[in-house]
């Protein structure tokens, strides 16, 4: 086992949280008193919106990267670090709803259904309600990604930290659109491709959602190669069994949990590792209903139905949950040979745990 630096207490989750969500405040007061005109508060209001609820797991990381490097002290500026991954996160929420054609995210409208209800209640026709709500959503997802930039250049990093977070950053922005680029090309095509499904995994969730924070944070305490090292050693495998339990929730979950329809991802027919495992295993008669089923966007409760039957039949489902323990295990025995303090340890451990273990 690695030798660990002494223990200090890195903030708690409810207070990260609860900081995060007072810089993104006191950043976007700022920018609503600036805007050129009244017409932007429209978009801000709807990405205020946007930023309300969530579990904050990209800054939440972000600052445990930062303790994990053996960052101590003074926090502003790692809190602002880590509020601009939650204005990326919109960016990329928003833009991935546009491209899905989403109805709901967070239990609420997502932002281009709610962009196209706030047109016509302003008296806005309603034949032009859905193409307005597209067209301001893209603009929204662009200014959330503008001031993500801008709330990461002004958090008050030291230029040389600063210097070694950016190209940080920039790989997070090639490996988040390169994994959405897998997504769209392999959505609708339903074939037992496990190992692309999990390439998609590895780019548009692991190395965004887990490592690339992780890492972040550890910059802005000025992490050497090894704790870097250490940070992907946990967050890669974290982040796919992440993502796996995202699949399943996505089929099997409870939408007043989730807070997105467990319909959404069959109509669109994603290429998950859960669909790939089903399509390979299937009989010809249940790949005839997968294929026929799957990807139909006037797919009713009663077809999912049939659809969820067949995964659990061929023991899909059960294959997920066991590639999540596997993943979590892995996650666990780098958590045991990284050079961090053991209250950061401990934190991460509980974060893993949280992350892959909840229910269907």
């Not at 990461?152 to 070694?164: E, K, S, V």
């Not at 069994?241 to 989730?258: C, I, N």
């Not at 659809?307 to 294959?319: F, K, M, P, Q």
Request: with cysteine.
């Amino acid at each position: 086992m690695a030798t660990t630096p002494p223990a200090t207490s890195p903030p708690g989750l409810l207070s990260v949280r609860h900081e995060v969500s007072e810089a993104l405040t006191g950043f976007l007061d700022a920018k609503d008193q600036a805007a050129p005109g009244t017409e932007l508060l429209y978009l801000t209001s709807t990405l205020r919106a946007f930023l309300t609820g969530g579990k904050r797991l990209r800054s939440v990381l972000c600052l445990y990267g930062w303790q994990a490097a053996g960052g101590a002290g003074e926090t502003t500026a790692v809190i602002r670090a880590a509020a601009s991954l939650e204005l990326f996160q919109v960016f990329a929420l928003v833009h991935d709803d546009v491209m899905d054609d989403s109805d709901v995210r967070r239990g609420r409208p997502s932002a281009h259904r709610a962009l196209a209800a706030a047109y016509t209640d302003s008296g806005g026709p309603r034949g032009r309600a859905a193409a307005h709500g597209l067209g301001a959503a893209v603009l929204l997802g662009d200014l959330a990604l503008v001031w993500s930039d801008e709330l990461l250049q002004t958090a008050g990093l030291a230029p040389d930290r600063l210097a070694q977070v950016m190209p940080l950053v920039a790989e997070m922005r090639n490996e988040l659109m390169y994994g959405q680029l897998l997504d769209l090309q392999s959505t609708g095509r339903l074939t037992g491709d496990v190992e692309t499904a999990l390439h998609v995994i590895r780019y548009k969730t692991a190395k965004y959602t887990v490592e690339r924070p992780l890492h972040i944070g550890a910059a802005v305490a000025g992490a050497d190669p090894s704790v870097l090292d250490a940070c992907t050693a946990f967050g890669i495998p974290l982040g796919e069994a992440f993502q796996l339990r995202d699949d399943l929730l996505g089929v099997f979950g409870d939408p007043a949990e989730t807070g997105k329809s467990i319909l959404d991802d069959l109509r669109e027919g994603k290429a998950t590792v859960l669909m790939a495992l089903a399509v390979q295993r299937a009989s010809s008669v249940e790949r005839k209903t997968l294929r026929d089923l799957v990807g139909r966007s006037d797919l009713d409760e009663d077809q999912a139905a049939e659809i969820r039957a067949i995964l659990d039949s061929t023991g899909a489902r059960r294959t997920v949950e066991e590639m999540i323990t596997a993943r979590r295990d892995a996650a666990f025995a780098a958590l045991d040979e990284a050079p961090f303090p053991e209250a950061a340890t401990a934190q991460l451990r509980q974060i893993a745990l949280d992350a892959t273990e909840r229910q269907t």
